[in-house]
């Protein structure tokens, strides 16, 4: 049974600049000759793996909302240099946009359950093009 993945994305102010953040480390690995491939790092490992990667997905929230979504390709246990167990979530690189649904702050990753997911805004963009301040209070207010 499918289940997908939830998590903060610290840093970034739009999916733009989610995007750019992921070209930009794609060019880093191409330019060092390294495989070029997307993956984020997390420190708990994800028993339903299985689940996961039965066409999961990592949905982004952004400055409140979730706003994007990364399918999930492969996930890779590892231990780091200081022997702590880690884990790579490997994505495709493609971001598909979301309709927005606020999301208070958490921890780490949830596993998210398809039936609480938000739909992928579709190929017109229904709501794109808004501006970030106006779509951020239209989603707090179950409007968007």
Not at 1 to 23: F, N, P, Q
Not at 110 to 130: I, Q
Request: aromatic fraction near 6%; hydrophobic fraction near 40%.
């Amino acid at each position: 049974m499918t289940v997908h993945l939830i998590k903060l994305c610290v840093g970034a102010e739009s999916i733009d600049d989610l995007a750019a953040w992921i070209e930009r480390k794609l060019a880093e690995k191409r330019a060092a000759g390294r495989p070029i491939e997307q993956h984020h790092t997390t420190r708990m490992v994800p028993r339903r793996v299985a689940d996961l990667l039965d066409g999961g997905s990592l949905y982004w929230v952004i400055r409140g909302n979730v706003q994007a979504r990364q399918r999930l390709l492969d996930i890779r246990p590892f231990t780091d240099d200081e022997g702590v167990g880690r884990c790579h979530l490997v994505l495709e690189p493609k971001l598909l946009a979301t309709e927005w649904q606020p999301r208070r702050a958490f921890q780490g990753w949830r596993y998210f359950a398809p039936k609480d997911v938000p739909r992928d805004l579709d190929a017109a963009g229904a709501g794109e093009g808004l501006p970030p301040a106006l779509a951020a209070e239209l989603a707090g207010l179950g409007l968007r």
